[in-house]
Nanobody, 124 residues
Framework: QVQLVESGGGLVQAGGSLRLSCAAS????????MGWFRQAPGKEREFVAA????????MYADSVKGRFTISRDNAKDTVTLQMNSLKPEDTADYYC?????????????????WGQGTQVTVSS
């Protein structure tokens, strides 16, 4: 079992930056693929970014590529999402997720553990 707690959300103007953090506790964090997903009001939850167990492999949704950066610190059991050049369409609840089985994927259904989410609002 893995517990995930997100932090760092808030209100920011378009063009600004936010840094989301996810603190993990429980089983061995370093063995998990970690992902960030988001859900805007009235929309389905969607993939944002993922990072493999070592941090050596990352993937991003096309909508955030070049603006967001995912990273992890296995010594501190944390994963972060640096979000730059934010747009109003980035407004959503952002969720941290952990995938406990082999494989590196953006598929929402493949992730086993989820945090409670942190809200990000980007004003125009």
């Amino acid at each position: 079992q893995v517990q995930l707690v997100e932090s760092g959300g808030g209100l920011v103007q378009a063009g600004g930056s936010l840094r989301l953090s996810c603190a993990a506790s429980g089983r061995t964090f370093s063995s998990y693929t970690m992902g960030w997903f988001r859900q805007a009001p009235g929309k389905e939850r969607e993939f944002v970014a993922a990072i493999n167990w070592s941090g050596g492999n990352t993937m991003y949704a096309d909508s955030v590529k070049g603006r967001f950066t995912i990273s992890r610190d296995n010594a501190k059991d944390t994963v972060t999402l640096q979000m730059n050049s934010l747009k109003p369409e980035d407004t959503a609840d952002y969720y941290c997720a952990a995938k406990g089985t082999l494989g590196f994927t953006s598929a929402l259904a493949a992730y086993d553990y989820w945090g409670q989410g942190t809200q990000v609002t980007v004003s125009s």
